[in-house]
């Protein structure tokens, strides 16, 4: 089985910036893409971008612009600076790792962080 363990969440003010991480215990050929996802209180987990294996990203139109996602191969990890922090960001950051970036093909996930934007 494989875990993916994250690190990197935390509490900023607004403005500021944070760098999750996700590794994966090992290689697996049901991990195509990586990504992140993330769930606030009384909310949908929503998409907040993904890569697959040959570096092509998605981004919620949200985040555009101000987080970015990458990925080391070589280390199954991978990262998501997050910059320009909203209030609206609040939320428990899940790491995942599946076939796509559709949320139904998710084949492994992490134990989620929490990042808090407050003043």
């Known amino acids: 089985q494989v875990q993916l363990v994250e690190s990197g969440g935390g509490s900023v003010q607004p403005g500021g910036s944070l760098r999750l991480s996700c590794a994966a215990s090992?290689?697996?050929?049901?991990?195509?893409?990586m990504g992140w996802y993330r769930q606030a209180p009384g909310k949908e987990r929503e998409l907040v971008a993904a890569?697959?294996?040959?570096?092509?990203?998605n981004y919620a139109d949200s985040v555009k612009g101000r987080f970015t996602i990458s990925r080391d191969n070589a280390k199954n990890t991978v990262y998501l600076q997050m910059n320009s922090l909203k209030p609206e960001d609040t939320a428990v950051y899940y790491c995942?790792?599946?076939?796509?970036?559709?949320?139904?093909?998710?084949?492994?996930w992490g134990q989620g962080t929490q990042v808090t934007v407050s003043s």
């Open positions: 890569i697959t294996s040959v570096l092509s990203t």
């Open positions: 995942y790792g599946g076939t796509t970036p559709n949320i139904a093909t998710a084949n492994y």
């Open positions: 090992r290689f697996s050929l049901r991990i195509n893409v």
